[in-house]
């Protein structure tokens, strides 16, 4: 989620306009591939789920409007005890504002996410 976008912004502050565009419409179209519960509970192995990118990046694009992208960008930096990637956390360290327009895009968190 954090990478497609972060690449999305590089690629237009290097003019890259037409490509983004593009990109952006590719990862829309292919969101609808992967439900959002599947995307939260399904471990990530090699070779990606159908979907999981344009999943993830609108998930994404909903979490910045939820609450900023300077908020979403420390969900890069949450992991748990043994290093996985910790979303529950994450949501556990926003304001209860913040908490609750998340909880509005993602759901309660799970401990069946991952």
Known sequence: MLAVETALRAMREIGEHDYARRAVDGLVEEADALSLPTM???PVVPGP???????AWMTGVYLREAV?????????KSFDA????????????LTAGERASVEAVLGVPSPAWV
Request: charged share 20%; proline share 6%.
């Open 40 to 42: 939260l509970t399904t």
């Open 49 to 55: 789920l159908p979907g999981l990118y344009g999943g």
């Open 68 to 76: 900023g992208w300077e908020r979403l960008k420390l969900l890069a």
């Open 82 to 93: 043994d290093g996985k990637p910790d979303v529950g956390g994450w949501v556990g360290s």
